[in-house]
T-cell receptor, first 113, second 115 residues
C-alpha cells in the first residue's frame, strides 16, 4: 500500500502563474516532509521541507503547506519559471529518518511559455 | 566539493552476472542509502546504513547486498543480476547527527540494464 501519494502524474502551468503540486500520505507516524526536484539524467535535488509541528514553510518562490488533519501537503511555486519544468517528488520520514525516505511517484511539472 | 559520486554512469549487464555499483561521498555524512527509480514507481529504498559498520534493509532489498566498511563508501552488489533489476540506481547520504534535519543528498545515478 502506497504511503505517499502524488495523484497527478503531470501538470502544465503557464509561465508566471502559480504551480500547485499536491501530496497525500497515509502513515500518521510521518513527522517530516520534503520536496525534491529532478531533471532528466540527474539525481533528485532537495527543494524545501516542513516539520509536522508547522503548517507552512516558505523559501523564496517556494512554499510548502501542511494540513495534518487531512494528511495533505502542497508545494506552491510562484511565479513559475521555465527552469521549474522537472519532476517533483514528495517524500516523508518518521523518527529521524533512520530507515530512509518514503517517496511518492512524482509529478511532472511543465511550464508553458 | 564533489558531494556524492557514483560509478559507473551506465552499464549493460548479462543476466546472471555479478555487478557492484560504487558510491562515494566526501561530506562526512554518517548515513547513506541506495534507492532504485522505476518508471511510474518513484524512488524505492533498497538498503541503508546509519553509520559505518551497520546496514539495514529497505523496501526492496531482495537480490541486493551492501557493505559499509568506512564513512565515505557504500557499494551496492547484485550477486546474480536479473532483468527485473533494470533500473536507475541512486545513492544518497544525510547528516543524521544534525538535529531536525532529514535532507538527503543524491548522487547522479547509475543506469543499469540487465539483458
Amino acid at each position: 500500500d502506497q504511503q505517499v501519494k502524488q495523484n497527478s502524474p503531470s501538470l502544465s502551468v503557464q509561465e508566471g502563474r502559480i504551480s500547485i503540486l499536491n501530496c497525500d500520505y497515509t502513515n500518521s507516524m510521518f513527522d517530516y516532509f520534503l520536496w525534491y526536484k529532478k531533471y532528466p539524467a540527474e539525481g533528485p535535488t532537495f527543494l524545501i521541507s516542513i516539520s509536522s509541528i508547522k503548517d507552512k514553510n516558505e523559501d523564496g518562490r517556494f512554499t510548502v503547506f501542511l494540513n495534518k488533519s487531512a494528511k495533505h501537503l502542497s508545494l506552491h511555486i510562484v511565479p513559475s519559471q521555465p527552469g521549474d519544468s522537472a519532476v517533483y517528488f514528495c517524500a516523508a520520514v518518521s523518527g529521524g529518518g533512520a530507515d530512509g525516505l518514503t517517496f511518492g511517484k512524482g509529478t511532472h511539472l511543465i511550464i508553458q511559455p | 566539493i564533489a558531494g556524492i559520486t557514483q560509478a559507473p554512469t551506465s552499464q549493460i549487464l548479462a543476466a546472471g552476472r555479478r555487478m557492484t555499483l560504487r558510491c562515494t561521498q566526501d561530506m562526512r555524512h554518517n548515513a547513506m542509502y541506495w534507492y532504485r527509480q522505476d518508471l511510474g514507481l518513484g524512488l524505492r529504498l533498497i538498503h541503508y546504513s546509519n553509520t559505518a559498520g551497520t546496514t539495514g534493509k529497505g523496501e526492496v532489498p531482495d537480490g541486493y547486498s551492501v557493505s559499509r566498511a568506512n564513512t565515505d563508501d557504500f557499494p551496492l552488489t547484485l550477486a546474480s543480476a536479473v532483468p527485473s533489476q533494470t533500473s536507475v540506481y541512486f545513492c544518497a547520504s544525510s547528516d543524521r547527527m544534525r538535529e531536525g534535519r532529514n535532507e538527503q543528498f543524491f548522487g547522479p545515478g547509475t543506469r543499469l540494464t540487465v539483458l
